[in-house]
């Protein structure tokens, strides 16, 4: 694996809206790391219920209304496994 270098590392600040796109729903998570997309963080403060951040990038929010509206495809097991990986994360410490 290689190292990062400092320079390579970038400060995304986690609640601005115009640097990151956040949700709590587990299946438009899944979808968005089908699609590509970079999951930053988990925010598990509040005990029922965890918030996805990823990094805002252009087609995000074309991709959050595709699953919203029933229109966007992505393969069966590649969803599965990303449902699985988010629920890993959810539930480590």
């Known amino acids: ?11 995304i600040p986690l609640k601005d809206s115009s640097e990151v796109f956040s949700t709590y729903d587990l299946g438009c998570s899944a979808a968005l790391l089908c699609a590509g997309f970079e999951l ?3 925010n598990k403060e509040n005990p029922y219920k965890s918030l ?28 599965f496994d990303a449902i699985k990986a988010l629920k890993n994360r959810l539930y480590s410490k």
């Open 1 to 11: 694996m290689a190292k990062k270098h400092i320079e390579d590392v970038q400060f």
């Open 40 to 42: 930053l963080s988990l």
């Open 52 to 79: 996805f951040i990823f990094k805002r990038e252009d087609g995000i929010d074309e991709t959050v209304d595709g699953y919203w509206a029933d229109r966007l495809e992505v393969k069966a097991r590649s969803f």
